[in-house]
């Protein structure tokens, strides 16, 4: 079937991806690894482009709905306590032993050009965390979600890549201390539990912020200059 074959590449090539980095590797060991021929492979995707791209939107909507769900049940229903085992869940996908770096940073330094198919893709992602975040601190009563939203990214953000550069564990706690002052400074004490809203039930990864903070984002976002 069509689907299973399209779904083959995507794993098949993931796999080699993020082991061996995009540039390294061509269509050709993919294939290999599939068993199909170039002619099957042009029938799903248009080039090696739309095939990395197709790879990282295939990861970041995993990522998206089971980060979110990890969030939750380990934060409980509180958005306060959300927030606060963000960095928790972070650790467990670092601390896996088939952990080599966050694939979307080294999407977006293999291809540092604002416009290239595989950066952009690596922003759309990075851009969704920092949108639950922003979901997270506005339920909280953070009085500037985006601000709150996009300093706690740079938190996960140097911590991907500080852990895979030293290999050093005692970053989690460098870490943790950074959020613990950005929650003590930002989030409010709670008084009661929230009522349920978008980070307490499936949502849509590709939900939009209010108009707002959607307006802020199009004017800072390089992928529409």
């Keep these: 079937m ?6 083959r590449l995507i794993e ?36 090696k482009d739309d095939l990395m791209v197709a790879v990282l939107d295939d990861i970041d909507s995993f990522l998206q709905q089971s980060f979110r769900q990890m969030v939750r049940e380990a934060g409980g ?15 467990q996908v670092i601390e896996q032993e088939d952990f080599h770096g966050c ?17 952009v893709a ?11 975040l922003f979901e997270l601190a506005e339920r909280a009563g953070v009085p500037e979600p985006e ?4 300093e ?18 005692r970053v989690f706690t460098v870490a943790q201390s950074l959020v613990d002052c950005l929650i003590e400074r930002h989030v409010p004490e709670e008084r009661g539990l929230t009522p349920l809203a978008s980070a307490d039930r499936p949502s849509d990864p590709s ?18 200059d």
């Design 12 to 47: 098949a090539a993931q796999k080699r991806f993020y082991r061996d980095g995009f540039r390294n590797v061509g269509i050709d060991a993919v294939l290999a690894d599939v068993g199909i021929s170039k002619t099957a492979f042009y029938k799903h995707f248009a080039s």
């Design 207 to 224: 939900e939009p912020r209010p108009a707002k903070a959607r307006r802020k984002r199009a004017r800072s976002d390089p992928s529409r």
């Design 147 to 150: 601000a709150f939203a996009q």
């Design 152 to 169: 706690f990214c740079m938190v996960i953000e140097g911590l991907y890549v500080t852990r895979s550069v030293t290999g050093d564990p």
């Design 77 to 91: 229903r509180s958005a306060r306590g959300q927030i606060s085992a963000v960095l928790e869940v972070v650790r």
């Design 103 to 119: 694939i979307f940073v080294n999407a977006a330094m293999e291809f540092p050009l604002p416009h290239d198919p595989a950066h």
């Design 122 to 132: 690596a922003s759309r992602h990075k851009r969704a965390i920092e949108d639950f």
């Design 2 to 7: 069509a689907g299973d074959t399209r779904k």
